[in-house]
């Protein structure tokens, strides 16, 4: 599945113990001996929720949130069980979902993080303005993210600086690198580099940092539509949390082949 280009493979382990492993995930993201994605993701049974999803990057590293992710399995499960809201337990918590009549599914990625422990960064500096070139803001959706406010992001270098800020010391478990144009009050361009992966044509966890950090610095309102390389993502930070929407894909349902699974 995807959602405006941010793609996934997913698998369903309800019933069952787990199968996805590093091994497994590093498999399976290798995109020309694979099938490539940007984040695999489990399903899983719980007590607790609806279902449970484990995320895994590209790298085989664990990731903890992954909003687009979330909501492409909350719109295949609604359209399974025909209903129209539902609980994911993930990494993050319990998060809630959505699905309208026309099939726009919305995801609460809950409250975001601004404390530099929570983050999280190596040292207490002031999060809305990090001693970074460029003046980036940090934020936790769940997953540590840099934003940059650039004036020409299609300008920016994303490989080169995302690369080089993915690992900076600032950041101990590494981080997602946002590069941000502002066009209004609601509406913004964004790039993303995610960390375990790379560069991505969107980002759901990332598109909620940038609207939280562009609000910070008083850019934008609470409610912003962000367009990203593969498509566009309604963000609206509400008192409850922030509230991500947008189109979602299912590309194609398949079955792993024995030997592939056999030579891991």
Not at 49 to 70: E, L, P, R, S, Y
Not at 174 to 193: G, I, L, P, Y
Request: net charge negative.
């Amino acid at each position: 599945m995807h959602g405006a280009g941010n793609d996934f493979v997913i698998i369903d382990s309800q019933g069952r113990d787990s199968v996805v492993t590093a091994p497994l995930a590093r498999a399976l993201g290798d995109r020309h001996r694979g099938v490539g994605f940007d984040q695999l993701a489990e399903i899983k049974s719980t007590d607790d929720a609806d279902i449970q999803i484990d995320f895994w990057n590209a790298d085989g590293t664990m990731a903890q949130a992954c909003g687009n992710a979330t909501r492409c399995i909350a719109q295949h499960h609604m359209a399974l069980t025909d209903t129209h809201s539902m609980s994911i337990r993930t990494a993050r918590g319990i998060l809630g979902a959505t699905r309208d009549r026309q099939g726009l599914v919305s995801v609460n990625m809950g409250a975001p993080q601004h404390d530099w422990a929570a983050i999280p960064l190596s040292r207490d500096v002031d999060t809305r303005h990090l001693p970074i070139d460029g003046d980036p803001v940090a934020v936790s959706m769940g997953n540590p993210h840099c934003v940059f406010f650039v004036d020409d992001v299609m300008s920016e270098d994303v490989a080169g600086r995302g690369a080089a800020l993915e690992h900076h010391a600032l950041f101990p478990q590494a981080t997602n690198v946002e590069f941000v144009q502002v066009r209004d009050r609601n509406e913004a361009r964004m790039r993303v580099w995610e960390r375990g992966t790379g560069i991505t044509l969107a980002c759901g966890s990332g598109a909620c940092a940038a609207l939280v950090a562009a609000h910070q610095r008083g850019l934008t309102d609470r409610q912003v539509r962000i367009h990203a390389d593969g498509g566009w993502l309604g963000i609206d930070w509400r008192d409850d949390g922030v509230w991500m929407s947008g189109p979602t894909a299912h590309v194609f349902t398949a079955t792993l082949d024995a030997a592939f699974l056999a030579s891991l």
